[in-house]
């Protein structure tokens, strides 16, 4: 049987090929970034294949001219994304719209092949005729403002003719429509994309007028005690037409009302991670509505309060949306017996551009009561460490030198949750950029096993990086089972291959030795820790309910309250829960996502009890930041003569960021479990109790504490720190610098982590933010080194900056952590015991040497 003609003609073919190298090539456009002089080379490409098959064109016969310019329209299309790279006509196209285009457009190519098709797919191409016929009306109405501008650079390079293509699209639909009588079919399709469409826009200005309501609402009636953003973060719908209110003007383009529909005035004014995106339905719907009054910063607050993405909504000095993590450079030390461990970490950040300048973000999260202990870039081929300093010096002298100046700085800023994040600059044009970063954390235990976590992080992508990994375990860690890929035996392992984010290590939990750290006549050392209880009698239940909550919790948990009053907190007040409003009140509370509770409005804390369970969503207290809320709160932490909150959360490890952050500063009295532990807690009247003092520190995940202790005073570097009886001879100063040094066995993290956590501790009572006026806190971050609420690390180009911004390097602290530092540092009459035994050893040998050479 032959074949039909039109199924093997060889200049259908070759055009058909043509358009598939386009696509192609298109594909590849998508792993580069945006603007760099590769995009300008695809672009070219995509406009030479189309205009050259266009040219071609006037070769063909004439029958077959018509198929053949459809196939040149689609090169033309396609290469309107590749020049949209470059340009930013549109911006990022949406993926759903994306996927939209794939899925339809192939109908076009049917049309030559009508005559052929069974009637049921004759009526499918219809209707996906009508579905792509909607999506090119739109592309072309938004390009309309163009059309002025296009028409005259036609005799130019020609690049203007890719306006007109979503026009002939139609053009070419609805010709092929009309010969081939797929009008019903094609309508269908019409009906059916619109209705999609209103239904999006009514359901979009509903949450948009929703917004608009609840945070009017709550400026005008509200009792000015939280921001009027906080209630909506807490009612609204979370779905993604809400995810698009709120990112409009943000993310997604939006007309302005004063110009066309289609303005290309209405770019976002702020920026979500460094993105702009184009949503067609975002911009039809922001159209028949007025213009959003709720502020892009109160917006961003709202999706970082309710999406947990705090690392996107990071203020930018500079753009890092081309910037993408190329290599990844893991190296761990282990100390089990010590449940300690420290984390080296190298990235190298890549720019692809062909110019400017980019700034990269990195947002790390820590183990809880972790810390940063060493930065470093690297600047003109030189790895340059860290100084610390004040959190304002720092941020002072980075926002100088990179917005002002364009030089090289980094710095690492401590953040609420357990979370740090590090701004690198600059990313040059086609070029890479390092920098490293030290983390001590504690490992945690659970069943009897430790567990050591990768320290994952938020920044330019990873997705295609290479790393390096290795572990070093320190001391006795028992049989252990490597994670997954790790290579190696006993007490190394080590990895290559593409970065994996999540991977940890379980090891069986040890026996903590005796064991010291000394430095400036201090000493520290860890101790196990198990939680304690003591009496305490609970009068009055609070309960902070909200979505998280379920009808059977509360309910159990009102009955093992038996005659205790029970309050919540709804509409900026404390309600006594009764057997009458009990289901009203759950109502109310549960259509709340998240929950705030203030803390200073509960009274005679010393007999109440504060029961939560929540999600991992919700405001930080940095972002009640000027509230009076916080200032209220800030005053009830700063009276030390009230006694500590009792909190127990139900909710297993998750807390809210406003409740996490206030456990950090250990705000509270702290247990967590289920509706037993309540049971037995309330059954036996008994608490945790707080064991933690200026000395000694707890971080109760690892179930350790660390203890500070203060050396003895040496009255004489050369008697008084040797044991009575034992002379001054040589021999046995050298054995006393021994045992001493047998004594100081622990690594320096000890005293890291206890001052990490003993600000922590300090600066929860009245939630301090500045190092004015805690002058002895910041000398204690100075001197261990470590990022915290109070100080950051900072790297500049020059020593010049440092004296100008009066940053200076504390030559007593511990500096920056690294590997090749694993014990404590000696004491100043320590180092004179060695250099004595030293001397006295070489005066012993030249003696004995020249009575030799006497005899």
Same mark, same amino acid.
């Given at each position: 049987m032959e074949e039909h003609p039109k199924l093997t003609h060889p200049t259908y073919l070759a055009y058909l090929v043509a358009l598939v190298l386009s696509f192609l090539l298109l594909l590849i456009g998508q792993t580069l970034g945006s603007n760099n002089e590769r995009q300008v080379i695809l672009a070219f490409a995509h406009h030479i294949i189309a205009t050259a098959a266009l040219l071609c064109l006037w070769f063909a016969k004439k029958e077959n001219r018509g198929d053949l310019f459809v196939l040149v329209c689609l090169m033309y299309f396609v290469s309107c994304f590749a020049l949209n790279r470059v340009l930013n006509i549109l911006h990022s196209t949406t993926p759903w719209f994306a996927i939209y285009l794939l899925v339809v457009t192939p109908s076009l190519l049917l049309f030559r092949y009508m005559s052929r098709l069974p009637a049921w797919a004759r009526v499918l191409t219809g209707v996906f005729a009508g579905l792509a016929l909607?999506?090119?009306?739109?592309?072309?109405?938004?390009?309309?403002?163009? =059309?002025?501008?296009?028409?005259?650079?036609?005799?130019?390079?020609? $690049?203007?003719?890719?306006?007109? *293509?979503?026009?002939?699209?139609?053009?070419?639909?609805? !010709?092929?429509?009309?010969? =081939?009588?797929?009008?019903?079919?094609?309508?269908?399709?019409?009906?059916?994309?619109? !209705? *999609?469409?209103?239904?999006?826009?009514?359901? #979009?200005? +509903?949450?948009?007028?929703?917004?608009?309501?609840?945070?009017?609402? +709550?400026?005008?009636?509200?009792?000015?005690?939280?921001?009027?953003?906080?209630?909506? &973060?807490?009612?609204?719908?979370?779905?993604a037409v809400t995810e698009r209110v709120l990112k409009s003007g943000i993310v997604y383009k939006e007309p302005l009302m004063n110009f066309s529909i289609f303005s290309f005035d209405a770019m976002p004014s702020r920026n979500w991670e460094g993105k702009l995106e184009h949503d067609p339905l975002v911009v039809i719907a922001t159209y028949a509505r007025p213009r959003m009054t709720v502020p892009d910063a109160e917006r961003m607050k709202i999706l970082e309060a309710m999406y947990n993405?705090?690392?996107?909504?990071?203020?930018?000095?500079?753009?890092?949306?081309?910037?993408?993590?190329?290599?990844?450079?893991?190296?761990?030390?282990?100390?089990?017996?010590?449940?300690?461990? =420290? %984390?080296?970490?190298?990235? %190298?950040?890549?720019?692809?551009?062909?110019?400017?300048?980019?700034?990269?973000?990195?947002? $790390?999260?820590?183990?809880?009561?972790?810390?940063?202990?060493?930065?470093?870039?690297?600047?003109?081929?030189?790895?340059?460490?860290?100084?610390?300093? %004040?959190?304002?010096? !720092?941020?002072?002298? #980075?926002?100088t030198i990179v917005g002002v100046e364009v030089r090289d700085p980094s710095v690492v800023h401590w953040q609420e949750g357990n979370r740090v994040s590090v701004r690198v600059f600059p990313i040059e044009a086609n070029n890479t950029r390092i920098f490293r970063i030290g983390i001590t954390a504690p490992l945690s235990v659970a069943d009897h096993q430790l567990q050591y976590g990768n320290i994952t992080f938020q920044g330019p992508p990873a997705g295609f990086a290479t790393e390096e990994a290795s572990i070093e375990l320190i001391g006795d860690a028992g049989e252990i089972t490597p994670p997954a890929g790790f290579r190696g035996a006993g007490t190394h392992w080590f990895r290559e291959g593409g970065y994996r984010e999540a991977w940890s290590l379980q090891l069986p939990e040890r026996t903590i030795p005796s064991n010291r750290f000394t430095c400036k006549g201090r000493s520290f050392s860890i101790k196990p820790y198990n939680l304690q209880r003591e009496e305490a009698r609970t009068d009055i239940i609070y309960l902070d309910v909200n979505a998280a909550w379920s009808w059977p919790e509360f309910t159990e948990t009102l009955r093992l309250a038996g005659e205790r009053k029970v309050k919540v907190y709804l509409h900026d007040e404390l309600v006594d829960v009764t057997a009458g409003n009990r289901s009203g009140l759950f109502e109310a509370l549960h259509a709340q996502r998240f929950s705030i509770f203030p803390i200073q409005e509960i009274k005679d804390a010393e007999h109440a009890l504060l029961i939560t369970k929540g999600p991992p969503e919700g405001p930080s207290?940095?972002?009640?930041?000027?509230?009076? $809320?916080?200032?209220?709160?800030?005053?009830?932490?700063?009276?030390?003569?009230?006694?500590?909150?009792?909190?127990?959360?139900?909710?297993?490890?998750?807390? /809210?960021?406003?409740?996490?952050?206030?456990?950090?500063?250990?705000?509270?009295?702290?247990?967590?479990?289920? @509706?037993? @532990?309540?049971?037995?807690?309330?059954?036996?009247?008994?608490?945790?109790?707080?064991?933690?003092?200026?000395?000694?520190?707890?971080?109760?995940?690892?179930?350790?504490?660390?203890?500070?202790?203060?050396?003895?005073?040496?009255? /004489?570097?050369?008697?008084?720190?040797?044991?009575?009886?034992?002379?001054?001879?040589?021999?046995?100063?050298? +054995?006393?610098? &021994?045992?001493?040094?047998?004594?100081?066995?622990?690594?320096?993290?000890?005293?890291?982590?206890?001052?990490?956590?003993?600000?922590?501790?300090?600066?929860?009572?009245?939630?301090?933010?500045?190092?004015?006026?805690?002058?002895?806190?910041?000398?204690?971050?100075?001197?261990?080194?470590? *990022?915290?609420?109070?100080?950051?690390?900072?790297?500049?180009?020059?020593?010049?900056? =440092?004296d100008r911004f009066g940053i200076k390097d504390d030559n007593n602290s511990l500096k920056n952590a690294s590997l090749k530092s694993k014990g404590a540092v000696p004491e100043p009459h320590e180092w004179a015991l060695i250099i004595i035994a030293l001397l006295s050893l070489a005066w012993l040998i030249y003696q004995r040497k020249w009575r030799s050479a006497c005899v």
């Open positions: 909607l999506a090119y009306v739109y592309l072309a109405l938004f390009l309309l403002p163009l =059309y002025p501008i296009s028409i005259p650079a036609l005799f130019a390079l020609g $690049f203007s003719i890719h306006t007109f *293509v979503p026009a002939v699209l139609c053009f070419i639909v609805g !010709a092929a429509l009309k010969r =081939y009588r797929l009008w019903k079919s094609a309508l269908a399709g019409l009906a059916a994309g619109l !209705a *999609v469409v209103a239904v999006f826009c009514v359901i #979009y200005n +509903q949450r948009a007028g929703e917004l608009t309501r609840i945070y009017n609402r +709550q400026q005008i009636q509200g009792a000015g005690l939280l921001p009027a953003w906080v209630e909506a &973060a807490q009612r609204l719908d979370k779905d993405k705090r690392h996107e909504g990071e203020e930018r000095l500079w753009s890092g949306r081309s910037l993408y993590t190329s290599y990844v450079s893991t190296r761990v030390r282990i100390w089990p017996e010590l449940r300690l461990s =420290y %984390t080296e970490k190298a990235f %190298t950040v890549s720019n692809p551009e062909s110019w400017g300048n980019q700034e990269a973000i990195y947002t $790390f999260q820590l183990p809880e009561g972790a810390t940063v202990s060493a930065l470093s870039l690297w600047i003109n081929g030189r790895e340059e460490e860290a100084v610390l300093t %004040t959190k304002e010096k !720092a941020d002072t002298a #980075y926002r207290l940095q972002d009640l930041e000027g509230s009076r $809320f916080r200032e209220e709160l800030a005053a009830c932490l700063r009276d030390t003569t009230l006694p500590k909150v009792r909190l127990l959360n139900l909710g297993g490890n998750n807390l /809210s960021p406003y409740l996490q952050a206030l456990k950090e500063s250990r705000a509270f009295r702290y247990e967590q479990g289920g @509706l037993l @532990l309540l049971k037995v807690l309330l059954s036996t009247n008994k608490f945790a109790v707080d064991t933690e003092t200026a000395d000694r520190v707890v971080i109760d995940q690892a179930q350790i504490a660390i203890v500070r202790d203060s050396v003895q005073p040496v009255k /004489s570097a050369l008697t008084d720190t040797l044991p009575a009886g034992t002379g001054t001879s040589a021999n046995a100063m050298e +054995q006393h610098v &021994a045992a001493r040094d047998n004594e100081t066995n622990a690594p320096d993290h000890l005293m890291r982590l206890f001052a990490y956590n003993h600000i922590l501790r300090e600066t929860g009572k009245g939630l301090i933010t500045t190092a004015a006026g805690h002058e002895e806190l910041l000398r204690t971050a100075t001197e261990a080194h470590v *990022v915290s609420p109070l100080s950051s690390l900072v790297v500049l180009e020059k020593q010049a900056d =440092y």
